[in-house]
């Protein structure tokens, strides 16, 4: 297949069209003025971005909510992950493997809303939960987070064959040491990737957040949202900035742990080979 | 469990009974404890398995019963009440009346009857799809090149071109939005550079506009169109294409009569990534899309929040799902047994 042109200039239009919006942010926040020409270079946006108290707290709030959220969806995730994977048949399969898929196509505003009821009912009933905060946002994080990392693990699991796990229940291991020895180090990678991928959800979701949050517990995602309605604010900018040297540090860095494990591993593998012959 | 076999990973067995009984009982740790159940202390250990097991698909499953599918039978019980002001703002479905002792049941269906007799519902509806349905045409035109263009790269350069496009989306979602504000504002960046160009002397109006929500949308549903066609093209059989060259065809031919029909799957989940979500978008249209881009995933916010009429905000809810979600569960469900079967 000879390269062809058309293919490179396509691969570099849609690149431009994900990369030059991102770039413009960046660039707009070290801009001194509001508009959007260039009148001189001035860090004072990311000055009055840290003493935002408003938008730090929510930041804070925000970040603990994700990393409880990410940490409860990788425990279910995993759970749900296994008995798709490893348990055959049971009775309810085809009901949970909906429920697992169906919030990664359901439109949030119906999710949150769904969620609000159920917390609204659950409180007239039992009088659980007391109205509405951050402890009703990690729920309703948790339960659409752990699809994707269902995802993510079932995937892994069914890629790799069940022979070692196999082999150690042969040799007497009990299922719980299995797991732990031999399935948890094999698939820890996706665990790893489950997690990051549902804390960044949660840091980000707006839309099942605002129906389930309460006076007074204000994600980050509900500060900018507001303030981004109102117009264009570049503490905004700064904030993106920030978030985007974050994602882009903690990818790279990821990628070279990659690439330097594969080496490893690869040199590990001559090492045998050499000995072996 | 008895034996040397207690220590587990570390002990010298390898080609000891247990380790020679084989794999056919490993089917043990998939499908129940019913099987292989001859060698004794098995039976403990299966006891205690089930236990595990019992607990692996309860707590999972109990989760989703109870956050996922209740709620949605709440809608559904809401959206058959009538709205009252007062906290909750719904009458409740089981009343018992005082003097006669009696338990009244409070269903009205008239949410559903309100939604088809105000043409905004309806409209919204169908503009959604619409919006939704050009938006995945534009993903389509813009991802499929990508895709295939890095499908067919050097093997060393996929996984960082695939990295690269995956990145913006690991950014948050209301930032990529907002990316756009800040370039299509009528001050944006876009006005500017155009009319220093000279192509204009007044700032077009781009915000705020239908044409901003399908810009929107494609910025940020691209990698859920790029990842599935990636996957379906990286896998294609190239000696197809080298045949068809063999044997004279052009390439623009060999890609409309193999590489095109041979990655309808990948177009069609990439689709379906995009399509289903963007139906129901709120904070896009909300922010790029002027006024008058309806869309019902708007509507429904506004009735629950602005209006605070929740048992028409449930009922717009349930019919999303009835006319959006569960077609669209059957139809992956019957294509997944297709495939399945061939």
Redesign the interface.
């Known amino acids: ?4 042109w ?6 570099l ?3 431009l ?3 030059i ?2 770039l ?2 960046i660039v ?1 926040s070290f801009n001194e003025g509001r ?3 260039w009148t001189g270079f001035s860090l004072h946006w990311y000055a009055q971005l840290f003493q935002n108290d408003q938008l730090l707290g929510a930041a804070w709030l925000s970040v603990q909510v994700a990393f409880v959220s990410a940490s409860g969806a990788v425990v ?2 995993t ?2 992950g ?2 798709l994977a ?5 009775r ?1 399969r085809a009901l ?1 493997s ?6 990664l ?6 999710m949150g ?3 609000l ?2 917390f ?2 659950l409180e ?1 009933l039992t009088g659980w939960p007391e109205g509405r905060g951050m402890m009703t946002i990690i ?2 994080h ?2 659409f987070t ?1 699809s994707f990392v ?1 995802v993510v693990v079932q995937s892994r699991l069914v890629s790799l064959d ?2 070692l ?14 797991f732990f ?2 399935t948890l180090p094999i698939i820890a990678p996706a665990i790893v990737s489950g997690w990051l991928l549902a804390f ?1 959800l949660s ?2 979701d ?2 099942i957040t ?2 389930v949050s309460g006076p007074g517990s204000s994600t980050l ?1 509900q500060v ?2 507001s303030s ?2 109102l ?2 604010s570049p503490q ?2 700064a ?2 900035t920030i ?2 040297s974050i ?2 540090l ?2 790279l860095g990821a ?1 070279f742990y990659n690439a330097r494990q594969e080496k490893l591993r690869r040199r590990d593998e001559q090492l045998a080979q050499q000995q072996g012959g | 469990m008895a034996g040397p076999f207690t220590s587990g990973a570390g002990a010298p067995v390898a080609g000891g009974p247990v380790a020679g009984g084989g794999h056919s009982s490993a089917g043990v740790v998939l499908t129940g404890p019913v099987q292989g159940g001859g060698r004794s202390g098995l039976g403990r250990f299966l006891t205690r398995l089930a236990g595990g097991r019992r607990l692996v698909v309860a707590v999972p499953y109990g989760w989703l019963l109870l956050f996922f599918l209740v709620p949605f039978l709440i809608v559904l019980k809401i959206a058959l009440s009538s709205s009252q002001v007062g906290i909750p703002p719904f009458t409740p479905m089981f009343e018992t009346s005082l003097d006669e002792g009696k338990t009244i049941v409070n269903l009205v269906w008239y949410n559903f009857t309100y939604l088809l007799s105000d043409n905004l519902y309806i409209i919204a509806y169908l503009n959604s799809l619409w919006i939704a349905a050009i938006a995945t045409v534009l993903c389509l035109l813009l991802g499929y090149p990508m895709a295939y263009a890095i499908a067919k790269a050097d093997p060393r350069w996929r996984a960082p071109l695939l990295m690269l496009v995956i990145l913006p989306f690991w950014t948050s979602f209301l930032i990529r939005v907002y990316a756009w504000i800040g370039i299509l504002r009528n001050e944006g960046v876009l006005n500017n550079l155009l009319m220093w160009t000279g192509l204009i002397d007044q700032p077009l109006h781009l915000l705020y506009t239908p044409g901003a929500t399908y810009v929107g949308i494609v910025y940020n549903y691209l990698p859920f169109m790029i990842l599935p066609l990636y996957a379906t093209l990286e896998k294609m059989d190239n000696t197809l294409l080298e045949a068809a060259a063999d044997l004279g065809c052009p390439p623009w031919k060999a890609f409309l009569r193999i590489t095109l029909p041979l990655s309808v799957p990948g177009m069609l989940a990439g689709s379906l990534l995009v399509f289903i979500p963007a139906t129901g978008e709120f904070v896009i249209p909300e922010l790029l899309g002027g006024p008058d881009t309806l869309m019902i995933g708007r509507v429904l916010w506004a009735e629950f929040f602005n209006n605070r009429d929740w048992p028409v905000a449930s009922a717009v809810a349930v019919a999303l799902l009835l006319f959006l979600v569960v077609p669209i569960m059957l139809f992956q469900n019957v294509q997944g047994k297709q495939q399945g079967k061939a």
Request: hydrophobic fraction near 65%; glycine fraction near 10%.
């Open positions: 297949m000879p390269k062809s058309f293919l490179r200039f396509g691969l239009v849609g690149l069209f994900l990369y919006p991102i413009l942010l707009m508009l959007g020409v279910l995730g759970m749900a296994m008995l490893r348990f055959g048949a049971f309810g949970f909906g429920m697992v898929s169906a919030p196509v359901m439109p949030e505003v119906i809303l769904a969620m009821l159920l609204v009912s007239q729920l309703a948790i339960t752990m269902t069940a022979s796990e196999e082999a150690a229940m042969d040799l007497g291991a009990r299922p719980a040491k299995v020895v031999i960044t840091l980000d707006l839309v605002s129906f995602p900018v949202f981004v309605r117009g264009v905004i900018n904030l993106a978030v985007v994602v882009a903690g990818i990628g």
